[in-house]
């Protein structure tokens, strides 16, 4: 398993500074925001040759969710995400990570009435998982579909709600990125959910229990990568995590220590 990381506001702005920092901080990947890929893929090009970084995989940057209520929208990011993918083919990315919605209705916050039936919003999140099976298989890439929590998206929480559209569609090109976040949310038991979902799990986004960085909450982060080791997960644990100290940059490579010494 190889540590990765989303972008920080610490992190040099400029692309090839950025991976240079990276490179020596430790980190083996980068995920990407789409926009920022498509936007500079030749200097994001360059920075991977000459650092030897790799881009994992790209998370947001286009407008419009899978499972959008505005038709218009999920069709736009349907062609958006499109263009991510085939940039990430062109740099050697394995694929994207996109959640049903995000931020766009919760049944656990007034005014908690849905303008969408549940019938609607499966029907919305197949059709845009059918096309974008279909795009994955042309460019070599892989949808990660992402459950999260139930304060931010009202229709994909478990990684067992994930599991249910990959199986009923037989997906070749979609699998489940696990975040332990909103796993602590959701799931009965981390260890066991990754068990459970072992052959569909493509990807991991890592977090404390309370979305700073890992090592300052209450996760067992060693007990869950002995699962995944068991299990033989061998993909990329990428840190997405807000961050809570004094000193951002130091707060951070003392996560990312945390987490190697959790993985020995
Ligand atoms: C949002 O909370 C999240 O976890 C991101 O990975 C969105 O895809
Ligand atoms: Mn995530």
């Known amino acids: 398993m190889r540590i990765g990381t989303q972008n920080q506001a610490f992190f040099p702005e400029n692309i090839k500074e950025k991976f240079i920092y990276l490179k020596e901080a430790g980190f083996e990947g980068f995920e990407i925001d789409g926009k920022l890929l498509v936007d500079h893929i030749e200097e994001v090009k360059e920075a991977i040759q000459e650092t030897g970084l790799p881009v994992t995989t790209a998370c947001g940057g286009y407008n419009g969710w899978i499972g959008d209520f505005i038709e218009e929208r999920r069709l736009n990011g349907l062609a958006e995400i499109k263009k991510i993918l085939e940039a990430l083919k062109e740099v050697g990315g394995k694929g994207i990570v996109v959640p049903a919605a995000w931020g766009m209705f919760t049944f656990r916050l007034p005014p908690m009435v849905s303008p969408r039936s549940l019938a609607g919003d499966r029907k919305a999140v197949m059709q845009s998982l059918v096309y974008l099976d279909k795009v994955a298989e042309e460019t070599g890439t892989t949808i ?21 559209y990959i199986e009923e569609n037989n997906f070749k090109n979609v699998k489940i990125i696990a975040d332990f976040y909103h ?45 995944l080791k068991e299990d033989g997960y061998d993909g990329f644990l990428t840190l997405e995590c807000r961050i809570r100290g004094n000193d951002p940059e130091s707060e951070y490579l003392a996560a990312l220590h945390h987490l190697r010494a959790s993985l020995t």
Do not use: V
């Open 183 to 227: 796993m602590n949310i959701e799931e009965d038991d981390i260890s066991e959910a990754l068990h459970k979902n072992r052959d569909l799990i493509g990807h991991i986004h890592l977090a404390d229990n309370h979305r700073f960085q890992p090592g300052s909450g209450s996760l067992d982060f060693r007990k869950h990568f002995n699962q």
């Open 144 to 164: 990660f579909l992402e459950p999260l929590n139930r304060y931010q998206d009202h229709m994909i929480n478990t990684l067992a709600d994930a599991r249910r």
